[in-house]
């Protein structure tokens, strides 16, 4: 009966552990982090003590030690891997001498992928081990019931998933290449600026323009001009929903070429696109004006 509530209690701490592992990085200072960091290994440690994973505790208490060594090793700016073959050689120690079990083996293999990690200066790389570390370490959970545990891995694997997908370099296309080189001697006009270049035998006149758009900016496309109509912060205070146009380009000459007219940002809409003379970027041609956004643009 007595080890019965202590065990409830511990699966208890398992979830406290987590809510204090999720507010650590809400901390806007390092050594915030760390202290909540410290305070989460210590909880978990109990946790795992208590629903009789040893190895796990010890472990969770060399991460704090970890914590610390960190800590002081971005103080120093330092690179040095003394401090991660350190720890790295406490956790094959730690785990060798409470071994419970082919399952201490992934938990095992999934915090020595933690400490390089870690020890990693690009966050993407950092990211991409986790998705090493943290399959290891949920089976490991799964194994032994830690319920706080499978959670805690579940977020941190959805979480790295999600930092790779939306912290991924896109490509820099070769035609947006070739317009930076010639970026600076661009004629500066009130609202674009334009550059002309030759990209792979075509001509290209390129317009940008000089403010950036968001999401409150809706570019329209009608007739033979482009206009900007920027929308009110607050409709009800301006006592409208709408904003003022202002003609940004219009196109009376045929170019002999490809014209590509980019806005700088992202505006929350672009209207009368692949409907007479301008084109989207699914529809690049030289029979259109080609109509984007600046993130389109630098695939090109």
Request: glycine content about 8%.
């Amino acid at each position: 009966m007595f080890e019965d509530i202590l065990y409830y209690i511990g699966q208890l701490l398992g979830i406290v552990a987590v809510i204090l592992g999720f507010v650590s990085f809400q901390m806007k200072t390092p050594k915030g982090i760390i202290a909540f960091q410290i305070i989460t290994a210590f909880v978990f440690s109990a946790h795992y003590l208590l629903i009789g994973a040893i190895t796990a505790m010890v472990l969770n208490l060399l991460a704090a030690l970890n914590c610390v060594l960190y800590y002081f090793r971005e103080k120093r700016q330092s690179n040095s891997l003394v401090e991660p073959v350190l720890y790295i050689s406490l956790i094959i120690v730690s785990s060798i001498l409470t071994w419970e079990g082919l399952h201490t083996l992934w938990l095992m293999l999934g915090l020595i992928a933690a400490a390089i990690s870690l020890s990693l200066s690009d966050p993407q790389k950092t990211r991409a081990v986790m998705l090493i570390k943290s399959p290891l370490c949920l089976l490991y959970n799964a194994i032994v019931f830690s319920v706080g545990g499978i959670i805690y891995e579940c977020a941190v694997f959805a979480s790295s998933v999600i930092g790779l997908i939306r912290n991924r370099k896109k490509k820099t296309g070769d035609l947006y290449k070739s317009y930076i080189a010639v970026k600076a001697s661009a004629k500066v006009f009130e609202f674009t600026n334009i550059s002309h270049i030759l990209h792979n035998g075509v001509k290209y006149r390129i317009i940008f323009t000089n403010k950036r758009a968001d999401k409150r900016s809706v570019i329209h496309c009608k007739g033979n001009s482009i206009s900007w109509e920027q929308l009110p912060l607050l409709p009800r205070l301006a006592g409208r929903t709408y904003g003022d146009k202002q003609v940004l380009s219009s196109f009376d000459d045929k170019y002999d070429g490809i014209t590509v007219f980019v806005i700088k940002g992202k505006p929350g809409s672009i209207t009368g696109l692949d409907d007479g003379m301008f084109g989207s970027a699914n529809k690049f041609d030289e029979d259109h004006i080609n109509v984007m956004s600046e993130a389109r643009f630098m695939q090109l």
